[in-house]
């Protein structure tokens, strides 16, 4: 039986965000997708959607917090 | 001793405890001795630079750090100096540096000139700023003077130059040394940085990209220099009570000027000097003194004519101002300068 | 229970970037907080921010910090480090600040292996200028001094500082990595980690070269411009030690 799957979330702050989309890239798990809403800076931050199409959530391997340039966003294991 | 050893010592008594330099003629026995001097202090410290643009660079550095620092060099090496010296008056730090004037400009030569007064007292950098200079004519001055520039860069917490040439820098003569001060007793400097240990950091810039912060940044050095120039007026004058002509001279032009007065004395003449000492500020209050009493001045510098000016400008009209100068290095004798007096030279 | 596993670094300002959206130096200047943090140096260090697109370093860095003029924080850090040795001081600086007008105060400082940490990061353009060559600008790489890519006949080029570093005597331990991805970024912690260590234990100069996206000026997306230098740069600048001649560390 495989390792018990650590799972997580991610908070990420629309403000400080600017679009880059990095963390997008290097998201595993493709649970992050950019917002429809514009932020004051100008930009459409990303938003965390939680599990992607087949179900999968956020495992916390924080690659996408070391990637961000803007430090917009937190991670949490559970 | 030399004027630049002199020199050397002095900074070392007035607590000088960081010296970055570079060779050139002719100052480079000041570089020497401040090696000596600095090898024998535990907390002194001596880097031969690899450029004179480097060592205004360090002494930068060190002085942010608290440290009283100094750097010399000559005419060509202080020109490699001013955008460190330019950023030094903008973020208030406190230095001595000595420029040890030869022949110009471009690469010039090595006799004594001083063909720099435009460039130290007119800030040589770019930006809108003084720098305090002050002029010494002997060995003995070479000494408190050094002395002066260390209490007034603290003090003003502004680049103090001293304006020697290489006539100075090399001539032997008597002088007695001031008393040593232990740097460790010096007054405290709150805003050195040395790491925010349980306070908040600190920040030592120039930026400024708010023109409005910009704008106030200048005001608050016009106001610190305007301080200066109201506290700071030092010059000497000589047999000046009776005369009837007045040579103003500084440095080692002033020295000339003085054996040439002594000599027309000798005929008859009552001639006098005038010899400013800070020569940024200019010691226009005591000029205008003994303008009360004398109409003929004669400046007599070794370049083509820049303080001059200064004359002019302080005696604004109430005096008829004559010039005499030797550039590129020559050093006139006080018999030449005795028949200038005497009006007998054409080129006056 | 849930744990936090990634926070706004200590002796990093809470305060957002000016830097453009991919920029990679408040990627850098986020890794050099932590390790600050984490060798618990920031009330003994001073930072020296350069002329360039990091000059406002100094509004994000948490410690004490003095600005040099373009290309001269070497020889600013070098007065700082021999008035405060037992202070840490790093310069924070671009590849043209480092690598072009600094050149002679970088070396020598190497030479004379003072023993400062310099952070040196190579984006290959002049960023705050509009995106000038750089010393570092690879061949072919456009930029708004070089027309049609830079020919090396016509522009020389790309200089390899840190090797140049490398051979001076005084270097103790120089290292080239990048920050285009999570690895690379471990990796320049990794880096930025021992450089500090090696000034802490005093073993010399230290300086880590850290490979950095600048999309504006590359005219890239960010995500494209993190590629480019797995692609592009590396080829000129390989990811590897240069220098390490560091003990128990």
Known sequence: MGKEQVTGNIIIDQELCKGCYLCISVCPQNVIAVSKNINRQGYYPVIFKGTNEEGKGCIACVRCATICPDIAIEVYRD | MSGNHVIGEAAIRAGCRFYAGYPITPQNELTEYMAGAMAKLKDGTFIQAESELAAINMVLGASAAGCRAMTSSSSPGISLKQEGISFLSAMDLPAVIVNCMRGGPGLGNISPSQGDYFQATRGGGHGDYRNIVLGPATAQELADLTMLAFDYADKYRTPVMILQDGMMGQMMEPAVMPDPVDP????????????????????????????????????????????????????????????????????????????????????????????????????????????????????????????????????????????????????????????????????? | MTTQLFSWPRYLKKTAFHYCPGCGHSIIHRLVAEVIGELDIGA???????????????????????????????????????????????????DGDIAAIGTAETIHAANRG???????????????????????????????????????????????????????????????????????????????????????????????????????????????????????????YPLKVIKDIVTNI
């Open chain 2, 184 to 348: 460790k007793r010096l007054p405290p400097k709150p805003w050195k940085l040395d790491g925010a240990d349980g306070r908040p950091s600190r920040i030592i810039k120039s930026l400024y990209l708010d023109p409005a912060e910009e704008e106030q940044i200048n005001w608050n050095l016009a106001h610190k220099y305007e301080k200066i120039t109201d506290e700071i007026q030092r010059a000497e004058t000589y047999r000046t009570d009776d005369a009837q002509i007045i040579i103003v001279a500084y440095g080692t032009a002033a020295r000339i000027a003085k054996g040439a007065v002594n000599r027309v004395r000798e005929k008859g003449v009552k001639a006098g000097l005038f010899r400013p000492i800070s020569l940024w500020p200019f010691p226009t209050r005591i000029l205008k003194e003994v303008n009360k009493k004398v109409k003929d001045f004669l400046v007599f510098e070794m370049s083509t004519g820049q303080m001059v000016e200064d004359v002019r400008l302080s005696l604004e009209g109430k005096g008829n101002v004559r010039f005499y100068g030797r550039p590129g290095g020559v050093v006139s004798t006080p018999i030449e300068i005795a028949e200038v007096i005497e009006g007998k030279f054409g080129r006056v």
């Open chain 3, 44 to 94: 003994k260090t001073i930072g020296v921010p350069p002329a360039g697109c990091a000059v406002l370093a100094y509004n994000y860095f948490d410690v004490d910090m003095v600005e040099a003029a373009h290309g001269r924080a070497a020889a600013v850090a070098t007065g700082l480090k021999r008035v405060l040795p037992d202070r840490i001081i790093f310069t924070y600086q671009g």
């Open chain 3, 114 to 236: 003072e023993n400062i940490t310099m952070v040196f990061v190579n984006n290959g353009v002049y960023g705050m200028t509009g995106g000038q060559m750089a010393p570092t600008t690879i061949l072919g790489q456009n930029s708004t001094t070089t027309p049609g890519g830079r020919d090396q006949k016509r522009d020389g080029a790309p200089l390899d500082l840190s090797e140049m570093l490398g051979i001076t005597r005084g270097a103790a331990y120089i290292e080239r990595t990048a920050v285009n991805s999570p690895k690379n970024i471990r990796r320049t912690k990794k880096a930025l980690t021992k450089a500090f260590k090696t000034q802490m234990t005093g073993q010399g100069f230290s300086l880590v070269e850290i490979l950095s996206p600048c999309p504006t000026n590359w005219k890239m997306t960010p995500v494209d411009a993190c590629k480019w230098i797995e692609g592009s740069t590396a080829p000129f």
